[in-house]
T-cell receptor, first 114, second 113 residues
């Protein structure tokens, strides 16, 4: 079954304590992205990756890091989380070929920073 | 830059009513257009899509037609059910450029029994 898997699904953490949200896809997709969803703002792209070792900033990259060492994994790193990073986060992936207009999303990770 | 504008919610309807959620876009290229649905407490699911002008996407009784002349992709359903209560996002993606999907701000739909 085609899947994008995120962990953890729910996390409450404290300001400044580094955390990583993992994302893994089993479809051999080249493209992967991270989004955050906030009330009244919709979804905004944080970072994206077009392939292994290729990453680029989205619209709201401040306070986040990513890496793409393997094709299937695209972790989101918050080095020093702050309360304004409290949000719902989605990982997404798609293929580079002609079927690539279908984008697959993970189930979301609810992050609260206190 | 590219953008998506959709009608603000919440939208409240009675069961079996006709639904329209408006969506318009601006884009410099030839984007694909999508509707995603987010049920309470869940992630995003692709509801339907259209990849070129005049294409009609359909799924679960929902339809939307890619109208290039009016730059619109309105979502419609003839008879809504309580189980359709969710947040609906219109989105576009120009796959020739980058991996960005541009979302509208979402429209919350409440269906009353």
């Amino acid at each position: 079954e085609a899947q994008v898997t995120q962990n953890p699904r729910y996390l409450i953490t404290v300001t400044g304590k580094k955390l990583t949200v993992t994302c893994s896809q089993n479809m051999n997709h080249e493209y992967m992205s991270w989004y955050r969803q906030d009330p009244g703002l919709g979804l905004r792209q944080i970072y994206y990756s077009m392939n292994v070792e290729v990453t680029d900033k989205g619209d709201v990259p401040e306070g986040y890091k990513v890496s793409r060492k393997e094709k299937r994994n695209f972790p989101l790193i918050l080095e020093s989380p702050s309360p304004n990073q409290t949000s719902l986060y989605f990982c997404a992936s798609r293929s580079r070929d002609s079927s690539g207009n279908t984008i697959y999303f993970g189930e979301g990770s609810w992050l609260t920073v206190v | 830059g590219d953008s998506v504008t959709q009608m603000e919610g919440p939208v409240t309807l009675s069961e079996e009513a006709f639904l329209t959620i408006n969506c318009t876009y601006t884009a410099t290229g030839y984007p694909s257009l999508f509707w995603y649905v987010q049920y309470p407490g869940e992630g995003l699911q692709l509801l339907l899509k259209a990849t070129k002008a005049d294409d009609k996407g359909s799924n679960k009784g929902f339809e939307a037609t890619y109208r290039k002349e009016t730059t619109s992709f309105h979502l419609e359903k003839g008879s809504v059910q309580v189980s359709d209560s969710a947040v609906y996002f219109c989105a576009l993606s120009d796959l020739g450029r980058d991996d960005k999907i541009i979302f509208g701000k979402g429209t919350r739909l409440h269906i009353l029994p």
